[in-house]
């Protein structure tokens, strides 16, 4: 018998799922309020940084006095002229970069952590800076031309990677714990007793996922636009197909996480787990490729890798869906595993 | 002409039925049978299988051997057909709190090719005035109406409740009652387990006793009652905790069965009130004990149960 539509068990399981979000303030606060706190906060940080001044030590005796002078007048350096034992103090804690000194023969000599990046640049700075006021001349001429461009600054590359930590959050969180909550309360196993169709229930909370993906994208895109100016460069299509999958697949390992949990403990420590390694290797914060060489076929493969990719070739890039069709694979294949197996796994009582 | 009961098939045949949890056997070889349109209770103390038996009746759990045939099928395999037509109320469902009375319905409703119409619903458990209201905000006996509700949407054949009044004040229990009578009066059929003799005596057709997991009895409660012979029940207790041996007990006149309460109190049943109290009064007074307390009643479930095991029903 063919029911109207708004009967079918689909639509009400799913119309249940969004009333019961709706109706938690504190779920909505974490999903639409908290990332436009973090976006608002990391931007603000990183918006007008000046070029980074390094801190240099000279150690005080007869020929510091003109030293700090040339140093001053390089630029890009703060001199700070201290007696031997607190300079070196100073860099063993971290405090100044490079600690110089020119002793009675007229030598440089150079203290610093060759594996610390502001030693190195440090050292380089320095020594440029004397050896030309000690009248050495540049063989060949320069030209420089700095780039400060939209689209490269970090909070350009920061707003795609919170979009896809925000879906993956709102996805295996939302879910998880609704889940957990309703197996505790024995409302599975009483729903298990009907004729539900469990694949329904299950698909019933993907799709709730999608009344607020659009909210969710919305607000957390608009805002980075908007406040920050930040570049929508790719199609609306495929920017809507890549947070669509993304979304769907983190729903579908929100939905692996709570298939067997029995307690909110168990499950906040499975989806810590599932989460963590995505937070710290995705490239949400910082670039992903900062890891070793051997680790990136794994980190190519997690879901917030394959999403924040995409989304960030799509908005930054303009990148096409040829050309995202590796990570789209990616996240498709996710989302099918994830389902699938949730469905097998998932315990009902 | 409408056949008889017994000739009608049964809604529920429940055949040597024995389910395991490690090295506890819950179910030991339960069998038993409920009649289309009658209501059936097993009645029987906490842990004697009860909600086992109902949870496998329900195909929520599966027997390790034994067979369960409901309206004439198998869970095994026809499983959707027999969601479609049974309701039930489990022990401890708490429904999603964020919803209304309706919704809820509602979700259920959605479930069923063919179910009762939630407005329609919502009339027969008395929830009316509670339509629009959160679930959370309803007190225990209205939860409990609503879960019966919920079993009532997708118009069930056969309706399974697990300890459906347990924990409710004496006006919901009533008032859940008349629900279950007027489902049955439809034409309904009832499976329920409690332990409470009132409520079994009250609703239920015929009832079997459970414990260990084996039906220990069955029968109607009138013909359960009249088993045990016994007119009367008297129950007394003795002041400054003093003690009469058993045996003293059991050899006044009349007596039947001997066995302990609660209460540290002591019920003798017997044939012959008359007989019986003079003499152990004589007994008690030739002992120098005294009496806090003396009652007769007219036997109940309960001294079924306790001539049958020796325990007292909720103590057992």
Redesign the interface.
């Given at each position: 018998?063919a029911?109207p539509f708004p009967?079918?068990?689909i639509?009400?399981?799913t119309l249940?799922r969004i009333?019961?979000f709706v109706?938690?303030p504190e779920a909505m606060f974490w999903s639409f309020v908290f990332p436009l706190l973090l976006a608002a906060g990391l931007g603000i940080a990183f918006r007008s940084r000046p070029p980074e001044q390094l801190r240099v030590a000279l150690v005080r005796d007869a020929a510091s006095d003109s030293l700090e002078r040339v140093l001053e007048r390089g630029g890009g350096l703060v001199v700070d002229v201290l007696d031997d034992s607190t300079a070196l103090m100073r860099l063993r804690t971290g405090q100044v970069a490079l600690v110089a000194d020119r002793d009675a023969g007229g030598t440089l000599r150079y203290e610093f952590d060759p594996e610390r990046p502001d030693g190195r640049a440090a050292r380089f700075l320095v020594n440029d800076a004397l050896q030309r006021a000690a009248g050495r001349p540049d063989p060949v001429p320069v030209v420089e031309r700095t780039v400060r461009e939209r689209g490269s600054r970090y909070i350009d590359f920061f707003i795609p990677g919170l979009l896809g930590m925000n879906l993956m959050s709102s996805g295996i969180w939302g879910i998880a714990f609704s889940v957990v909550t309703?197996r505790n309360?024995?409302?599975l196993?009483?729903l298990?007793?009907?004729?539900?169709s469990r694949a329904e229930y299950l698909a019933s909370y993907l799709l709730s996922r999608l009344g607020f993906l659009a909210a969710e994208v919305v607000v957390i895109v608009g805002f980075g636009a908007l406040a920050f100016n930040v570049p929508v460069r790719g199609s609306v299509g495929v920017f809507a197909l890549v947070t669509l999958l993304g979304a769907l697949a983190f729903s579908g390992l929100g939905l692996l996480v709570a298939s067997r949990a029995t307690t909110v403990e168990g499950a906040s420590g499975l989806a810590n787990l599932v989460m963590l390694p995505q937070w710290i290797f995705s490239g949400v914060f910082f670039s992903s490729k900062n890891f070793p060489d051997a680790l990136q076929p794994f980190i190519s493969l997690l879901p917030l890798t394959a999403t924040v990719d995409a989304l960030r070739g799509n908005l930054l890039q303009g990148s096409g869906l040829v050309e995202l069709a590796p990570h789209l694979g990616i996240i498709l294949a996710w989302l099918v595993v994830t389902f699938g197996l949730a469905l097998r796994l998932f315990r009902w009582? | 002409m409408i056949p008889a009961a017994d000739v009608l098939p049964p809604a529920l045949e429940v055949t040597g039925l024995v389910k395991r949890y490690g090295d506890v056997t819950a179910v030991a070889g339960l069998s038993l049978a409920v009649r289309a349109g009658e209501c059936f209770g097993l009645l029987g103390p906490n842990g004697a299988g009860k909600t086992t038996t109902l949870e496998i009746c329900?195909?929520?759990a599966t027997a390790d051997e034994g067979e369960v045939r409901l309206l004439g099928r198998a869970w095994r395999t026809d499983a959707?057909w027999l969601?479609?037509r049974?309701g039930?109320a489990?022990q401890?469902?708490?429904?999603?709190e964020?919803?209304t009375v309706y919704?809820t319905l509602?979700?259920?409703?959605?479930?069923?090719?063919?179910p009762r119409m939630v407005n329609d619903v919502i009339p027969l458990v008395g929830l009316e005035e509670k339509r629009d209201a959160r679930v959370g905000t309803l007190s225990g006996g209205q939860k409990q109406r609503l879960a019966i509700a919920?079993a009532l949407v997708?118009d069930p054949k056969v309706l399974f409740l697990d300890e459906p009044t347990t924990g409710l004040d004496p006006q919901s229990r009533r008032q859940l009652w008349d629900l279950i009578e007027a489902y049955k009066r439809a034409g309904g059929t009832v499976v329920l387990t409690t332990h409470y003799m009132d409520e079994a005596e009250r609703l239920c057709d015929r009832i079997a006793i459970v414990d260990h997991g084996r039906v220990i009895a069955e029968g109607t409660p009138r013909a359960l009652v009249g088993s045990i012979g016994a007119e009367h029940v008297i129950r007394f207790v003795l002041a400054d905790g003093a003690e009469v041996p058993s045996a003293l007990l059991e050899a006044l006149p009349g007596v039947r069965v001997v066995a302990g309460t609660r209460d540290d109190g002591t019920e003798l049943q017997c044939t012959a009130v008359h007989e019986t109290v003079p003499a152990l009064l004589g007994l008690l007074a030739q002992r120098g004990a005294r009496l806090a307390d003396l009652r007769t009643h007219a036997p109940t479930l309960e001294d079924v149960f306790v001539s049958l095991t020796g325990r007292a029903l909720r103590e057992a």
């Open positions: 018998m029911k009967a079918l068990s639509v009400q399981l249940v009333k019961e109706r938690e309703a309360r024995k409302l196993k009483r298990a007793a009907t004729p539900m009582r | 329900e195909g929520l959707g969601r479609q049974i039930l489990l401890e469902t708490q429904l999603a964020k919803l919704e509602r979700l259920f409703a959605s479930f069923y090719h063919a919920c997708g």
